[in-house]
């Protein structure tokens, strides 16, 4: 009888100690966790504001979510919200509100319902790849590499870099035309604050709006390439626009061309560059949106077309 009751006993901790085993196996094998953990991390920032409010998230609050919280990714890299992108969803949903307002998910979903999408008011995955799209429709479609006699050296006092080397000034004639008539814009705009040289220019000791890059030729493109291998596709491009000498890298603030989150949060909340953002397309410029410094000359496109402004 004695030897039963231990033998149950043995039996009973052993059935314990497996099933803790199996249990705690189930939480942390590495398959399991993947497989439940995405789609929690992906909800995480919805599930405290339905709790919070008892009842389903607004379209604000679910937007001001997304903003800093929505997984997606631009060129293989990932990327984490779309806060950094806010002065050109304003600017191509034409309106100034707060992302958190209702009326700036109606905004939203009037342009959802021009785009195509369902006009649900909310910046989901979707949205924002369609914005993308548009933004990156708007660049320069011919990158032919341009010919010396399209080509003109600006003087270093237009350059950011006050040693920069005169074969790394050159840009092409009409963009340059372009960049002076929009800087002198920006310069009497005294909202801006940007230091004036005496006949009205930019300041030679200024250093917002001066140029960083322009036309970089294919070789230059490849030294810069193969100095930082690791900037992927997001990063260097082999057919970069800058062979065109049409694209300008410009200082609108911070590390001029740092492309980590932290930089680009510095750089979009400048006022310099929100004006770019509302004004270079008068001027023919067109942004690229994941670079806030880098500007395309696509001509004045809007004047042409007649129907706005
Ligand atoms: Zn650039």
Redesign the pocket.
Known sequence: MKNFRVHIRVFFIALAVLLVAVLFDARTSPGQSKRVARPVAREAGVKPVLKSTGGPASRGERNALLSIELNWTFGGKPQRGWSLYKPLINRLLDTKRDVASDGFASALARWQKKAGLVPGGVLDEETLYSMIKTWQDARLKDRSPASPEQLLTAPISDFYDPTRAEELRQIERDTYAAYKRMVSAAVSNRSLGLARGAKGQLAPGEKYLKII?AFRSREYQEKLRRESPNSGSAGLAVN???LTGR???LYVGGEP?DTRDSNRAVQVETRVYQWLVSNAERFGFRP?CY?P??WEYVGGKRKAEGSRQ
């Open positions: 890059s970069s626009p800058h694209a300008l890298d061309v690229y670079e410094w880098h």
